[in-house]
Nanobody, 118 residues
Framework: QVQLQESGPGLVKPSQTLSLTCTVS??????????WTWVRQPPGKGLEWIGY???????YYSPSLKSRTSISRDTSKNQFTLQLNSVTPEDTAVYYC??????????WGQGTQVTVSS
């Protein structure tokens, strides 16, 4: 029922900030027990969890990315955003937004390719 769509630039230069938006339809991002989540997959590698913003507005990040990551939300637009600063080519990946309800993942967005290159 819930649908998600990622959007944002596909090319970012090293040292700049990556910014992506996930637009949610079919459900409110403030609904109890939903955790709105960003995940990425570098080329040829597995999935990496980035972090989430909870229905309450509290955010939590992967320890390896915490210092560079910010997840926020705009409840009036039913959107949540990812900002990853000081990017390097190692941040090149397909970025997905999704959600967790209880202990289960919901549907994912289609993903968006982000390439970090000069």
């Amino acid at each position: 029922q819930v649908q998600l769509q990622e959007s944002g630039p596909g090319l970012v230069k090293p040292s700049q900030t990556l910014s992506l938006t996930c637009t949610v339809s079919g459900g409110s991002i403030t609904t109890n027990n939903y955790y709105w989540t960003w995940v990425r997959q570098p080329p040829g590698k597995g999935l990496e969890w980035i972090g989430y913003i909870a229905y309450s507005g509290n955010a939590y990040y992967s320890p390896s990315l915490k210092s560079r990551t910010s997840i926020s939300r705009d409840t009036s637009k039913n959107q949540f955003t990812l900002q990853l600063n000081s990017v390097t080519p190692e941040d090149t990946a397909v970025y997905y937004c999704t959600f967790v309800l209880g202990s289960s993942f919901g549907d994912w967005g289609q993903g968006t390719q982000v390439t970090v290159s000069s």
